[in-house]
């Protein structure tokens, strides 16, 4: 067994209960921060997150506390898994509590609202002590609570956040890539949502593999052309946090930006399903941001156009996709991301 460390992860959810049972498997001194005082209790006496994992038995090691000065407190590694509308507020509440130098890992796959600032700058302004680092890949929460195989990407101007985060996190079902474009890998894990509503809508509507590999593929085109006029380096989206995250969130029904895509193409309404899904979908507000700021910028995004149009002027899909099919036949050239 490698160096043991204390460490906490910020969030109760899905994510941060998958990623703290890691930690604890591992053999880590590890304190899950949450806000609902039952879920704790659950989380240390019954050792389950049913509301956020159903049916998983999580490490007896880990612990749950609603108390966030304690779980922090002489932490090595602190992971920040809260949903982007609410990672500045809970940041401020931690701005007290971490020591200088201490490392903290962001696992938010959102863009903040208001602002259009990722989570590393949110983090980095309300928190300047900390040495920063994010988390990024084909990480479904089920299946990493579940202990299914798959990757990840760590990134961080820091390489020694990102060696100390692989062996914290490192094991026989997770292994932890380090990479230094912490702007890529950001900007991938979050833009990759708005395409899975898309892939999500396709399914439902009973498109065929052609038409899900066309989709995903040209996903992957018009995200890597966004995030490189944005400073990102294009390589980042041919790895696990580009490609990786984008193909499993495209095409998995554990995806909660997927089931949003899933249940529009059934005709339901979005204020409906965002309501009744009970867990946070990033994509539905990264899509408006994304349509925003390509507009502002003059990036040809039809993709990001079009669910634009479906979700928020009540255009008819066939209507969009006829729209896409000549304007690409006529512009593109198919090159990954030109
Ligand atoms: N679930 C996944 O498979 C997965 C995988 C990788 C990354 N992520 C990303 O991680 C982030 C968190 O996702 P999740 O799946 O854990 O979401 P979730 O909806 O399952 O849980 C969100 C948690 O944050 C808590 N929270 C929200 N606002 C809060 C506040 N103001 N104060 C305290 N706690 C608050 C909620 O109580 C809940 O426990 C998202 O950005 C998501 O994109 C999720
Ligand atoms: O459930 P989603 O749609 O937030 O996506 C989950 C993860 O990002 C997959 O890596």
């Known amino acids: 067994m490698g160096k043991q460390y204390k460490v906490a992860i910020i969030g109760g959810g899905s994510f941060g209960t998958a990623i703290a049972n890691i930690m604890a498997d ?72 971490l020591a200088p130098g201490t490392i903290l890992v962001s696992t938010t796959k959102g863009i903040e609202f208001d602002t259009n600032k990722l989570m590393s700058e949110v983090l980095k302004e309300e928190l300047p002590q900390v040495r920063l680092g994010v988390m990024s890949g084909p990480n479904l929460a089920k299946e990493l609570a579940a202990r299914m195989i ?119 309404d979005l204020n409906e399903v965002v309501e009744s899904l009970g867990q946070v979908a990033e994509g539905v507000n990264t899509l408006r941001l994304m349509k925003e700021q390509s507009e502002a910028l003059g990036i040809y995004m039809p993709l990001v156009n079009g669910l634009y149009d479906i979700i928020y002027n009540g255009r008819k899909v066939s209507e969009v996709i006829g729209t896409m099919m000549c304007a690409e036949q006529n512009r593109d050239v198919e090159f990954i991301i030109k």
């Open 26 to 97: 591992n053999g880590h001194d590890t304190c899950q921060w949450m806000r609902t005082v039952a879920r704790v209790d659950e989380v240390n006496e019954l050792h389950t997150n049913e509301v956020y994992l159903p049916g998983i038995q999580l490490n007896p090691a880990l612990r749950a506390s609603s108390d966030l000065k304690e779980a922090v407190a002489a932490c090595d590694a602190v992971f920040f898994s809260i949903p982007s509308k609410s990672s500045r507020e809970v940041a401020r509440q931690l701005a007290d509590y």
């Open 150 to 268: 798959t990757g990840t990407v760590i990134a961080s101007a820091d390489p020694e956040v990102g060696s100390v985060v692989q062996d914290i996190l490192q094991c026989s079902y997770f292994r932890v890539y380090a990479g230094s474009d912490m702007y890529g890998v950001e900007l991938a894990g979050a833009l990759k949502n708005v395409y899975a509503i898309t892939a999500g809508m396709a399914a439902a509507m009973g498109c065929g593999h052609n038409t899900i590999s066309m989709l995903v593929t040209r996903s992957l085109a018009e995200m890597s052309r966004y995030a490189v006029m944005k400073g990102a380096d294009p390589l980042t989206f041919l790895g696990l946090a580009g490609v990786g995250d984008l193909f499993v969130t495209c095409t998995s029904p554990l995806s909660r930006n997927y089931r949003v895509g899933y249940e529009l193409g059934q005709g339901r």
